[in-house]
């Protein structure tokens, strides 16, 4: 989420209700919303680092609140994220190391491993497809985060049909 506020704020400076308010226009009903809690906590942790700087603004009939801008740190640490790749595919998959390890020990059966994890990938699928249909064609952001998601979850399914006919 670090990053993430950061980009908000290289946008324009704000207080933590409306970086909260931004992530959630911005990337709608497929993002989770975040916890105002963990942003006030991430914000914190910025400014500590030198990423962001606060500054207390007076308000008529309310508390004071803090708006933060982006240093000068920060916009090179960002600039850096956006610049970098980002990570690609596992090779350290957790659950291939279940089904290549545990039935070694006697633990469990291949088979059992991959019909689980094919129920569960399922089951997202059909979390994925209730969110798509609740979600309004005019909001692409969301609709290409869940079509994102449910390409990876039907490469998965592919994946497990792979390792059932390889290792089972």
Request: some cysteine.
């Amino acid at each position: 989420m670090r990053l993430h506020l950061l980009a908000l704020l290289a946008k324009e400076p704000a207080h933590g209700y409306e970086l909260k308010q931004a992530l959630e226009q911005t990337f709608g009903s497929a993002y989770p919303s975040p916890n105002i809690g963990q942003i006030y906590v991430t914000l914190g942790r910025l400014e500590k680092d030198g990423l962001v700087r606060a500054v207390d603004v007076e308000q008529s009939n309310r508390p004071n609140k803090k708006v933060y801008y982006l240093t000068a740190k920060g916009r090179d640490l960002l600039s850096i994220w956006v610049d970098e790749p980002t990570e690609g595919p596992r090779v350290r998959d957790e659950f291939f190391m279940k089904l290549v390890l545990a039935p070694l020990t006697g633990i469990a059966d291949r088979m059992a491993l991959i019909n689980r994890q094919r129920r569960h990938y399922l089951s997202l699928m059909g979390d994925l497809n209730d969110l798509l249909s609740r979600t309004a064609p005019t909001d692409r952001v969301a609709l290409l985060l869940i079509e994102g998601a449910m390409l990876h979850l039907q490469a998965d399914l592919d994946w497990l049909e792979r390792c059932q006919e390889d290792l089972a």
